[in-house]
């Protein structure tokens, strides 16, 4: 008997995106580290109407079936910004993106893949890069080191067989981004401990937390440093003003004051540190729904979190102090308050940081001094079309 020939069809339907959604629980149900996203949240990424990132991105995505069962997906992506920017930044005019994907075998990886460049190819552009699932500020990058442990809150875990698929269709590195973990329940090294304590004695710093309160406005201050602070980096694309509503949308249930530190120096507010407690931690036993009983399960948790691990998704400090002794003094302040607190107030025990990218020396060498180690490191791709 023939095998059933493979088939991939664009998502166009209501009944497609469902089937899009599935195929990553469906493929990934047997890994063990694995962490089911909850569907509301994959349903909300791919959305338009859901997703701030679209209004100045277009995707289109694909599901692979052999008969009548899905064996793939990935999406093929255009961001309008990420076009605009200069190429020595990593991105700009011709690049388009392919991301969240998974396959059964690696027949279906380089059909998807084929399918993701022709549709950028269509769309006039000249060189691919994945995978980057959809923004630059969700999940970017393929995961080649860290399979033996879970991820933390807003990260991927992919299969390992993922790396040679990939590479096999003429992908080359273009980009890791690593995270460091490191454990908070014991104090940092002396010299760091001389740094906080040189800090605390200058007038001209102060460190606070963020008031809940005045979220709006705490956000837009934090937003207007990391688009500063960030603006030289590698594929930097600034986020937009329907991104951060959605993003904080998201987060607000996860703002606790004193796990998000601002710094001011002589009265500006100059860098920042934001600190979540792993969500993933509560959601991992809802397998991907809040029903019947896991949205009660996740508001109590949210009430007070009791998490092992805490992530840093995001630190930054002003482009007129970075390289400066202040700049680093800032973030080990913020480290160690933020350090105290997760273990006296939520029960961590381990932190991670990042992701981080390979040639930011500064962050890495903050990591590095706080004795953390690179437990996971994800590579970005690229090809000419």
Do not use: C
């Not at 069809?9 to 469902?18: A, C, E, G, H, Q």
């Not at 949240?41 to 692979?64: C, T, Y």
């Not at 930097?236 to 001011?264: N, R, S």
């Not at 800032?330 to 990218?357: C, D, T």
């Amino acid at each position: 008997m023939a095998s059933n020939p493979l088939a991939i069809r664009p998502v166009n339907t209501n009944r497609d995106r469902t089937t899009f959604i599935d195929i990553g629980y469906a493929l990934n149900s047997d890994d063990p580290n694995w962490v089911p996203p909850l569907r509301s949240e994959v349903a909300g990424m791919i959305d338009p109407k859901k997703n701030g990132w679209f209004s100045h991105a277009r995707a289109q995505l694909f599901v692979a079936t052999r008969g009548d069962k899905p064996v793939g997906r990935i999406s093929a992506h255009i961001d309008m910004l990420a076009l605009d920017m200069a190429p020595d930044r990593g991105f700009g005019p011709g690049i388009g993106f392919w991301g969240l994907f998974e396959a059964t075998d690696a027949t279906v990886a380089r059909a998807l893949i084929n399918t993701a460049e022709d549709w950028l190819r269509k769309q006039g552009m000249t060189r691919a890069v994945g995978p980057v699932s959809l923004s630059i500020w969700e999940e970017p990058g393929l995961l080649i080191k860290g399979h033996d442990h879970p991820p933390t809150v807003m990260m991927g875990h992919h299969p390992a067989r993922y790396q040679p698929w990939i590479e096999a269709a003429g992908y080359l590195p273009y980009k890791q981004l690593f995270t460091y973990e490191l454990d908070i329940t014991v104090e940092f090294p002396p010299i760091v401990q001389r740094i906080i304590k040189s800090g605390e004695k200058n007038p001209r710093i102060h460190i606070r937390g963020v008031d809940k309160k005045r979220f709006d406005e705490e956000a837009k201050l934090i937003v207007d440093i990391l688009n500063d602070a960030w603006s030289d980096n590698w594929g930097f694309v600034p986020l937009t003003q329907p991104e951060i509503d959605d993003v904080g949308k998201k987060l607000k249930p996860l703002v606790f004051e004193d796990l998000i530190m601002i710094a001011e120096l002589d009265g500006k507010p100059v860098a920042f540190m934001i600190t979540l407690p792993d969500l993933n931690e509560a959601i991992a036993p809802l397998k991907g729904s809040l029903f019947p009983f896991g949205w009660a399960k996740l508001l109590l948790w949210l009430r007070k979190p009791q998490v092992r691990t805490m992530r840093v998704p995001l630190m930054g400090v002003i482009k007129d102090l970075q390289a400066s002794r202040m700049a680093s003094q800032l973030a080990f302040m913020m480290i160690e308050y933020i350090r105290r607190a997760s273990v006296k107030n939520y029960g961590g025990s381990r932190g991670e940081i990042g992701w981080i990218l390979d040639d930011n020396q500064g962050m890495r060498s903050i990591a590095e001094t706080l004795n953390g180690s690179v437990n996971r490191i994800y590579q970005i791709y690229h090809r000419p079309l």
